[in-house]
């Protein structure tokens, strides 16, 4: 799709720059601290987001290291770009092989293409649009709050997406 801001797409190559900057618009992270934080993270998306969203277009999203708060109206306004980007997913980064999305990849896999924080964000995105479940250590049995847990959300094996979906 072309863009009168960004110009046409480049087939094979992942715009990276547009993805961060819908990712910033729509996802606000906070770490997983306790409910007062994010009642408090909550109150300043209200803030900063555009329109403030009503309070049923917002989902949060577990990524055990971090809740991510998604503009659900915002994102699916979006949606069309994300996944015309999301196509030119690339095999290698940084010389390192990068699973494929359809592969089920990981976190881990997610900051070779993007920095954390947007890795973070494409994590919580795509589960509000629909196109995976994020699993966390807790989907595979690890207890909550577990030093276990806690290395295996590090390490990234432990968190990844489900399955990718981008049907429109």
Known sequence: MWCAVHGPPRRGIMNTTRLNEIIDLTTKACPVINDAVAIAQFQWLRTTTSGQPPLDSILWVDCYLHKLAVDVALSRAHRDEVVSILQEWPSTADGHKITP?????????????LDKHHAFGLLALGQALGFWEVNTPLTYGFASGSPNAANAARTGGYLRVSRWSPTL
């Open 101 to 113: 999305l359809s592969g089920l990849p990981t976190y881990v896999d997610m900051t070779h293409v």
